[in-house]
């Protein structure tokens, strides 16, 4: 069961919460939506506003979700489903149904979706998208390290943090 909190009662490392246990990106509606597994982002503060940063390749799935809503998700699961994390980053909701994953149970929240195996859930409203460039970069060799297909680029979106949600 998830409840929703304010957010300066949450305390969490936003480091090891993206980069160690990873999350999911969530988006679209009742109808269609798609999520994908994210260890790139950032949470803080821009535009006096509480914010997530996620990153999106140009060939993924859920890219066209996010650039067709208003809302994202950004859904921490419980500690033991990285199975189902691994599958859900690596499977395209084109391949699979992302709806009925085995063990996790999708739920309605106000403005997106979670599953009830969730430990953290950030409902945000999207504020800033951005394709990424190469002229942007500036360490010399940052764009060809993390881009072998220049065509395949992350488009970058910033969102308000709206809603959280904890388990209970």
């Given amino acids: 069961m998830?409840?929703?909190?304010?957010?300066k009662?949450?305390?969490?490392?936003?480091?090891?919460?993206?980069?160690?246990?990873?999350a999911l990106l969530m988006a679209g509606d009742k109808n269609s939506f798609n999520s994908m597994t994210v260890s790139w982002?950032?949470?803080g503060v821009l535009w006096r506003k509480n914010v997530t940063t996620v990153y999106v390749r140009q060939s993924r799935y859920t890219k066209e979700f996010m650039d067709n809503s208003d809302f994202y998700t950004l859904t921490f699961l419980k500690d033991d489903?990285?199975?189902?994390?691994?599958l859900l980053g690596t499977k395209s909701g084109r391949d699979i149904d992302k709806m009925n994953v085995e063990g996790l149970n999708l739920?309605?929240?106000?403005?997106?979706f979670a599953y009830e195996e969730s430990k953290l859930v950030f409902v945000c409203k999207k504020l800033f998208k951005n394709d990424l460039k190469e002229s942007q970069f500036l360490v010399d060799n940052l764009f060809n390290e993390c881009y072998s297909d220049p065509e395949d680029i992350h488009t970058m979106y910033v969102g308000e943090i709206?809603?959280?949600?904890?388990?209970?």
């Fill in 2 to 7: 998830l409840k929703k909190i304010d957010l």
């Fill in 107 to 112: 739920i309605d929240i106000e403005n997106g």
């Fill in 9 to 22: 009662d949450l305390s969490i490392n936003p480091f090891t919460l993206l980069n160690t246990d990873w």
């Fill in 41 to 43: 982002g950032g949470m």
């Fill in 81 to 86: 489903f990285k199975e189902q994390l691994s």
């Fill in 162 to 168: 709206v809603d959280c949600y904890i388990s209970e």
